[in-house]
T-cell receptor, first 114, second 112 residues
């Protein structure tokens, strides 16, 4: 399957620890997005890349969050000094460059901060 | 912030019935996309409708778009228990770089 791949699928961590999620987009897609979703809500945009350039960041992306896409292929989302409010599903998506294209999502990475 | 609002928030129907979900948005759009999400899973893309289109079909799905009213609807005909899921509309703004803005979704329950 050549869909968007995310790992780990589930992560339980203690408050204050750092966590990192990885996303592998669909191979020919040069845009990659990160979203966060809490229970009962729709996904909220965090940031997106075009190739290796991070072009937009939401106000939701505090300074404890950092995302990278070093070679324009896979991306990582790191959360430092996790807080209980960070508990959510983190979704990665990818698309072709044209903003009118379908955006495909992965299965998400669940984070529980205890 | 979330742009769209789905209506109703929850919908419960019997298998075989049609389900209609509505979505309203606030700003001009490039396109509008509908997604399905099963509990605890990722989002599955259903249909993309562009701002210059009024209606699209895909299997048992029919999507309409009224840009003058800033609204869209998703119709699922002859529903099945497997259609039970949350459905989200998401818009790509006219001047944006392409990221989606989601509503809160409609939770559909189809009873066998």
């Amino acid at each position: 399957d050549t869909g968007v791949s995310q790992n780990p699928r589930h992560k339980i961590t203690k408050r204050g620890q750092n966590v990192t999620f990885r996303c592998d987009p669909i191979s020919e897609h040069n845009r990659l997005y990160w979203y966060r979703q809490t229970l009962g809500q729709g996904p909220e945009f965090l940031t997106y890349f075009q190739n290796e350039a991070q072009l937009e960041k939401s106000r939701l992306l505090s300074d404890r969050f950092s995302a990278e896409r070093p070679k324009g292929s896979f991306s990582t989302l790191e959360i430092q000094r996790t807080e209980q409010g960070d508990s959510a599903m983190y979704l990665c998506a990818s698309s072709l460059e044209d903003g009118g294209n379908t955006i495909y999502f992965g299965e998400g990475s669940w984070l529980t901060v205890v | 912030s979330q742009q769209g609002e789905e209506d109703p928030q929850a919908l419960s129907i019997q298998e075989g019935e049609n389900a209609t979900m509505n979505c309203s948005y606030k700003t001009s759009i490039n396109n509008l996309q509908w997604y399905r999400q099963n509990s605890g899973r990722g989002l599955v893309h259903l249909i993309l409708i562009r701002s210059n289109e009024r209606e699209k079909h895909s299997g048992r799905l029919r999507v309409t778009l009224d840009t003058s009213k800033k609204s869209s609807s998703l119709l699922i005909t002859a529903s099945r228990a497997a259609d039970t899921a949350s459905y989200f509309c998401a818009t790509v703004g006219g001047g944006s770089q392409g990221n989606l803005i989601f509503g809160k979704g409609t939770k559909l329950s189809v009873k066998p």
